[in-house]
C-alpha cells in the first residue's frame, strides 16, 4: 500500500506565495511522474503541473511563469512553489503519483492520489 501526504495549502493575499508538498510513503518500488491537480468550487479537477522521474516537466497554460513543480527523488517528494497567487488559483489541491509498489511477492501499478490541501487566495 501507498499514501501521499499534502502539506503547505493556506490562505493568502493576491501576489503572494505558497509552497505545496506532497510526501509519497509504504512499500514503494519505484516512482514515475508526479504532478499536481487542482479543483475549484462547481469545476472539474484540472492538471496544474506533471514532472517525470527524470525531471521533465509541464504546466498547465494559466499557471507558466508562476508556477514551479520539483522533486526530491530520495525524500520521494514532490513540490509545488507558487508565486504571483490570484484568486482564481483558489482551489483544493491534489498531488498525483504514478507507483509502483511491493505486493507480496508481485510489483503492481497504481495512480494514487493526496486528500486535497485548501489554497484561497483573498485579500
Known amino acids: 500500500q501507498v499514501q501521499l501526504v499534502e502539506s503547505g495549502g493556506g490562505l493568502v493575499q493576491p501576489g503572494g506565495s505558497l509552497r505545496l508538498s506532497c510526501a509519497a510513503s509504504g512499500s514503494i518500488f519505484s516512482i514515475d511522474a508526479m504532478g499536481w491537480y487542482r479543483q475549484a468550487p462547481g469545476k472539474e479537477r484540472e492538471l496544474v503541473a506533471t514532472?517525470?522521474?527524470?525531471?521533465?516537466?509541464n504546466y498547465e497554460d494559466s499557471v507558466k511563469g508562476r508556477f514551479t513543480i520539483s522533486r526530491d527523488n530520495v525524500k520521494r517528494t514532490v513540490y509545488l512553489q507558487m508565486n504571483s497567487l490570484k484568486p482564481e488559483d483558489t482551489a483544493v489541491y491534489y498531488c498525483?503519483?504514478?507507483?509502483?509498489?511491493?505486493?507480496?511477492?508481485?510489483?503492481?501499478?497504481?495512480?494514487?492520489w493526496g486528500q486535497g490541501t485548501q489554497v484561497t487566495v483573498s485579500s
Open positions: 514532472i517525470t522521474s527524470g525531471g521533465s516537466t
Open positions: 498525483n503519483a504514478d507507483i509502483v509498489y511491493f505486493s507480496g511477492s508481485y510489483l503492481r501499478p497504481v495512480g494514487s
